[in-house]
Nanobody
Framework: QVQLVESGGGLVQPGGSLRLSCAAS????????MHWYRQAPGNGREWVAS???????AYGDSVKGRFTASRDNAKNTVYLQMNSLKPEDTAFYYC?????????WGQGTQVTVSS
């Protein structure tokens, strides 16, 4: 049974930083792409970042240069380091992976950027 559990969200001031974590179980973590998405109230789910098994990364235009995805295969965990946060980064953040064409999602963690 695949489980993804996010943590690390919270309230931060504009310009601040947060690091999100997503712990995975039930999969051979090291061979799968992992993805971060976010969803703000009233908006659809937006792709944020992806990281491949070897550590290759890709980012959405709105976070490029500010967010960094990384992974620790020994801990079955993927991270999202978020710097220079803006109010428009406020959203629920989810991690995701796809196994045999099926999407798996965590429960999400709330990030609020506000002064």
């Amino acid at each position: 049974q695949v489980q993804l559990v996010e943590s690390g969200g919270g309230l931060v001031q504009p310009g601040g930083s947060l690091r999100l974590s997503c712990a995975a179980s039930g999969i051979i973590f090291s061979i799968y792409y992992m993805h971060w998405y976010r969803q703000a109230p009233g908006n659809g789910r937006e792709w944020v970042a992806s990281i491949g098994p070897g550590g290759n990364t890709a980012y959405g235009d709105s976070v490029k240069g500010r967010f960094t995805a990384s992974r620790d295969n020994a801990k079955n965990t993927v991270y999202l380091q978020m710097n220079s946060l803006k109010p428009e980064d406020t959203a629920f953040y989810y991690c995701n992976t796809v196994l045999s064409a099926e999407n798996y999602w965590g429960q999400g963690t709330q990030v609020t950027v506000s002064s």
